[in-house]
């Protein structure tokens, strides 16, 4: 059986791989504390559930400070030319496209197709975590294609993910850190507080206003930090959870997600989103750098409402 | 009530205001959170650990790298250009909608790396709106040409955000269930990836009708003197 365990040790390997390729990377100026940051989210994937909880606490501080003090650099990658690309591009075409497809694909295939299927009287897959299982069997498909297609070894294909990975650098780890931080915020009542704060100002037992302010909550909150994931845990334990799903009886799912596309309604429109404001302003070379802010406002409001307006009718079905 | 945890929020606000590393401000955070809240730092450490180790699918994602990267290195990225060069239709407005619409659809698969600031829009969409736009539209002055690729910018986000919520696998789905399954309440990722499709419609209706007014207005505004 193919169980969420192995496809952790399988991304475990990669990672421990990534490191040992980055202490080895001479053209990293930094190339020591770049590996020791992957090396220890390999160490996570490998062995998290055995190792004491405090020491993975520790672990995480470490690689923080790993991040904050400059210690993850780019290195040197084997690439190739712009001409090799377009040569590449013209030779394969179309099909460059199929492994990427793949992923998506097989995934869908496997979480809700295949998802009990049994081979000699054996489950094929978990029965926890199935869709996640199925996304690591697919990256695995989509692997061999690719290599099938270009005609490369895995080896390389690692290679060519670790100029990705560099580029993206600590930002990969940045949603898991965001979630262990809504973590810690729930156990020590930040929730509570603002849903205290809320029920000050909003009648517990109105829920359109709850919904109202559930979504303006997340938008708002998405644009003071920036992050629309930062924002979820906080509102959702503040409101959506204690208020909305257990108060007023409203769908988890439904309400999850179209709040988390509120929040996404702030992220068109607040600096604090550097990467996708800021950055391109910048990238374009315009005078005002919050002219992509300012296109963005016309769109991010009637979309709240609207946003508002779908929770209304789905949640409460 | 005790409000002192909240200055956590408060710490996460001013790091990101001072431009403080994230990752750097999100774990002082928890450490300043749960100290606030009268937890010892062996505590706190113990809670950050477990929550990583028990939310650590959140990589799981990075798993396509290798694929991308390996097709990347053939030519992936030149071949959308092409692609998407041919997709050209004779309007502004035309181009625009049909870049939100792929970028969206091809988001929603989890191809979210296809496009992008550096990747796309500033190599491709942005020089290919201003070429549309000159062939169609009376002449812009700067401050117009400046709009103009803004909304190139604006266009790319939009198609994003409200393309990859759709995919199971993106982090956003998988931080909606991880959220649930801590407070006891199990979803699968497909119910809360199927519950951003109205959203991404509508998110595609208001975009595709702001660039129609956009390209109306640009085509009503008399030639600058």
């Not at chain 2, 040409?145 to 982090?171: P, S, W, Y």
């Not at chain 2, 497909?190 to 702001?210: D, E, M, Q, Y």
Request: hydrophobic content about 55%; overall charge positive; glycine content about 10%.
């Amino acid at each position: 059986m193919i169980d969420l365990q192995l496809i952790y040790w399988i991304a475990g390997g990669y990672f421990a791989w990534l490191a040992a390729a980055a202490l080895r990377d001479r053209g990293n100026p930094r190339r020591h504390t770049t590996a020791l940051f992957w090396a220890i989210v390999a160490l996570a994937l490998l062995a998290g559930e055995r190792l004491p909880p405090v020491l993975m606490g520790a672990g995480v501080v470490l690689m923080a400070v790993l991040a904050g003090c400059g210690g993850l650099r780019p290195g040197r990658y084997a690439q190739s030319s712009a001409e090799e690309k377009q040569t590449e591009a013209r030779r394969l075409g179309h099909r460059l496209f199929i492994p990427a497809l793949l992923i998506p694909l097989v995934t869908l295939l496997l979480a809700v197709g295949l998802k009990d299927i049994e081979v000699l009287g054996q489950r094929l897959l978990g029965s926890e975590q199935t869709s996640l299982i199925a996304l690591g069997v697919a990256c695995l498909v989509a692997l061999a294609a690719a290599c099938r297609l270009t005609r490369q070894s895995p080896a390389s294909a690692i290679e060519q993910s670790r100029r990705l990975l560099d580029a993206m650098s600590w930002a990969a780890l940045l949603p898991l850190l965001l979630a262990a931080l809504g973590s810690v915020f729930a156990a020590a009542g930040v929730g509570t507080a603002v849903a205290g704060l809320v029920e000050q100002v909003v009648p517990a037992d109105n829920r359109v206003a709850l919904l109202i302010a559930y979504a303006l909550g997340m938008a708002g909150f998405t644009m003071i930090m920036g992050n629309a994931f930062a924002a979820f845990p906080v509102l959702t334990a503040g409101i959506g959870l204690p208020l909305l799903v257990q108060g007023h009886g409203a769908d988890a799912a439904a309400l999850g997600a179209i709040g988390m596309l509120s929040g996404y309604c702030g992220t068109l429109m607040t600096p604090m989103a550097a990467n996708f404001n800021l950055v391109p302003a910048a990238l374009l070379e315009l005078k005002d750098p919050n002219a992509v802010i300012r296109m963005q406002i016309g769109t991010a409001i009637p979309l709240l409402a609207c946003n508002i307006a779908i929770m209304y009718l789905v949640v409460f079905r | 009530m005790d409000y002192w945890p909240l200055i956590g929020i408060a710490w996460v606000v001013l790091g990101f205001a001072l431009r403080q590393n994230p990752a750097l401000v999100v774990v002082s955070a928890g450490l300043v959170t749960g100290l606030a809240a009268g937890k010892s730092i062996i505590d706190v450490l113990h809670l950050l650990g477990e929550a990583f180790t028990k939310q650590r699918y959140l990589l799981l994602f990075l798993l396509t790298l290798p694929v991308i990267g390996l097709l990347e290195r053939h030519g992936l990225r030149e071949h959308a250009q092409h692609w998407i060069r041919s997709l050209r239709g004779a309007t502004l407005a035309r181009l625009l909608i049909a870049y939100l619409g792929v970028r969206q659809f091809a988001a929603s698969m989890g191809l979210t790396s296809l496009g992008g600031h550096p990747q796309t829009v500033r190599p491709l969409l942005a020089p290919m709106a201003e070429a549309a736009a000159e062939a169609d539209l009376p002449p812009l002055d700067e401050a117009e040409r400046q709009r103009l690729k803004a909304m190139c910018a604006a266009t790319d986000n939009v198609g994003l955000f409200f393309g990859e919520d759709v995919f199971i696998a993106f982090g956003a789905v998988l931080l909606i269930q991880g959220f649930f399954a801590e407070h006891g309440i199990r979803l699968e990722p497909l119910s809360i990836a199927l519950w951003g499709i109205p959203t991404a419609l509508c998110a595609f209706a208001i975009h595709a009708l702001r660039i129609r007014l956009y390209q109306r207005r640009l085509r009503r505004k008399a030639p600058p003197a």
